[in-house]
Every structure is written in structure tokens, then in C-alpha cells.
């Protein structure tokens, strides 16, 4: 009776430190799924961008968050070239909605689209280009007017804020 006893006291721990684990596995799994990191070039050197809050010069890798229903609206600037505004392309993720659904449903409409690992910034020809491998062909895409605009309009209102400040 006691070795019984002692066998499901044993077995319940066991149990436990499997769920601990697996529960500690997903959370890590989630927050690690809530960034990307993006290459950004451009094929002509000395352009600078900024991305939200982030400023560098090209070409760079950095960190970004995914996100449902954000944009990221860039800045790029090139020497003899008008500033090209616009928002980046972002990758739907469609095996993280998946993960969601199953595992935590009120979670599944956060972070459903990131960044590409690959963009080309060209300001000469106001096109931005990106591709999830760095075997794929590029995906050009013009930002639309009011997705210029828009851009525009955070740039300047943050310079004005800065500013003020």
C-alpha cells in the first residue's frame, strides 16, 4: 500500500514538472515569436532610414515586433533624391493563428503579421523590395499615396514634437 502511495505521489510530481515544462516551452515559444529580425539594404550606399522610432544607416538587421493591426511606416533618405515615405510589407503569419487557436483563442488576433526578413530600400525609384529567403526573387511593391501620406504625416508630426520638447 505504501509503495502504491509512493508510486502516485512520484507520478503526480513527474506529471507536474511535465506541465511546468511544457507550459514554460510554449511561453518561451510565444515571446519569441513576438519579434523578427529584417535585413534592410539598399542598392545605393549611404541611405538612411528610420522605421518608427528606429534610425540607421543601410544596410542593417534589427529587431521588430510582430503586430495585428500596426503598420510600420518608414522614412528613407538618399542624398539628391526627395525623402520616400511609406509603410513596409508585412508577412502574414498564418501557422502562429493556428498555434493560437488552439492553445490560447483570445490571443489569436495579436501579432498575426511580421516583418520580412528581407527588404530593399530604393529611394530612386520609390519602390521597396522584400522576400522571405534570400533565394526567393524580390516582391516589388509602391507604396499607395495615402500610405505615403500617412508616413509622412508620423514623421512630421514627431519632428514637431521633438521640437517642442
Same mark, same amino acid.
Given at each position: ?6 508510486e502516485?505521489?512520484?507520478?503526480? /510530481? ?6 511546468? /515544462? ?17 535585413? /534592410? ?40 533624391f ?19 487557436? /488552439? ?46 501620406a ?16
Amino acid at each position: 500500500m505504501e509503495l502504491k502511495l509512493a508510486e502516485l505521489q512520484q507520478s503526480g /510530481i513527474r506529471g507536474k514538472m511535465k506541465t511546468s /515544462i511544457c507550459f514554460a516551452a510554449m511561453a518561451t515559444l510565444l515571446l519569441a515569436a513576438c519579434s523578427s529580425v529584417t535585413t /534592410i539594404t539598399s542598392p545605393h550606399p549611404g541611405t538612411t532610414v528610420a522605421v518608427r522610432e528606429k534610425h540607421f544607416t543601410l544596410p542593417a538587421s534589427e529587431k521588430l515586433k510582430g503586430t495585428s493591426f500596426g503598420n510600420y511606416e518608414f522614412k528613407a533618405v538618399e542624398t539628391g533624391f526627395e525623402p520616400f515615405y511609406g509603410i513596409l510589407p508585412l508577412s502574414f503569419k498564418g501557422g502562429h493563428l493556428a498555434v493560437d487557436i /488552439i492553445f490560447f483563442a483570445p490571443a489569436a488576433f495579436f501579432n498575426l503579421r511580421e516583418v520580412f526578413p528581407f527588404y530593399q530600400i530604393d529611394v530612386e525609384k520609390n519602390v521597396i523590395r522584400y522576400r522571405k529567403t534570400e533565394q526567393d526573387e524580390w516582391q516589388e511593391y509602391h507604396p499607395k499615396a495615402e500610405e505615403s501620406a500617412r508616413a509622412r504625416v508620423y514623421f512630421n508630426e514627431k519632428n514637431a514634437t521633438a521640437q517642442t520638447h
